[in-house]
């Protein structure tokens, strides 16, 4: 069965730092590209980053370019987010998603940024 | 970026009815556009990919249609389990865009 379970999240200030987290089982994790989308309290999904399986090819949406760094490690099967420099409109929920087009999906983590 | 809308916002349907339901994109995305369900407090689910690949294990009543700019989906016989928000997202061009979503409820 695929699992993907995310951690990290939690209540955090402007400016300040997390790293999200990814844990995922039931697939071969070094085959496919991953994903991370949010969604913000009530609204739609905003896709924010993906990365390859080699994790040599990765791209952002423009409002966290430069502050967030999506990375994995294939022998740990897991995903990250780093996400640095936060803004009370990155509060979401954040989840990882397995694939190109986000085929499987976690529960997601929430993070909060507020003072 | 690309912009991706969808219409209608909200859509009032019976157990039955025959639900249609439009994604637009602001340029060609070719046949890169999938379909989401979410159900409250529950993360999405991937109906279908590519216009019009249906997912393992998700029911034939739903299908896909469109190419370029314009797609649909459609539900053949709208069930109780069916009433959720459906999002369409392309994923031609970086970065990857999802539309608004078309929350389904019962009339």
């Known amino acids: 069965e695929v699992q993907l379970v995310e951690s990290g999240g939690g209540l955090v200030q402007p400016g300040g730092s997390l790293r999200l987290s990814c844990a995922t089982s039931?697939?071969?994790?070094?085959?496919?590209?991953m994903t991370w989308v949010r969604q913000a309290p009530g609204k739609g999904l905003e896709w924010v980053a993906n990365?390859?399986?080699?994790?040599?090819?990765?791209y952002y949406v423009g409002s966290v370019k430069g502050r967030f760094i999506i990375s994995r490690d294939n022998a740990k099967n897991s995903l990250y987010l780093q996400m640095n420099t936060l803004r009370a409109e990155d509060t979401a929920i954040y989840y990882c998603?397995?694939?190109?087009?986000?085929?499987?999906w976690g529960q997601g983590t929430l993070v909060t940024v507020s003072s | 970026d690309i912009q991706m809308t969808q219409s209608p916002s909200t859509l009032s349907a019976s157990v039955g009815e025959r639900v249609t339901i439009t994604c637009r994109a602001s340029q060609s995305v070719g046949s890169w556009l999938a379909w989401y369900q979410q159900k409250a407090g529950t993360a999405p689910k991937i109906l279908i990919q590519m216009v019009s690949s249906l997912e393992t294990a998700v029911s034939s009543r739903f299908s896909g249609s469109g190419s370029g700019t314009e797609f649909t989906l459609t539900i053949s016989s709208l069930q109780p389990d069916d009433f959720a928000t459906y999002y369409c997202q392309q994923y031609n061009t970086y970065p990857f865009t999802f539309g608004p979503g078309t929350k389904v409820d019962i009339k």
């Open positions: 039931g697939f071969t994790f070094s085959s496919y590209w």
């Open positions: 990365i390859n399986q080699d994790g040599s090819e990765k």
């Open positions: 998603a397995r694939g190109f087009n986000a085929a499987y």
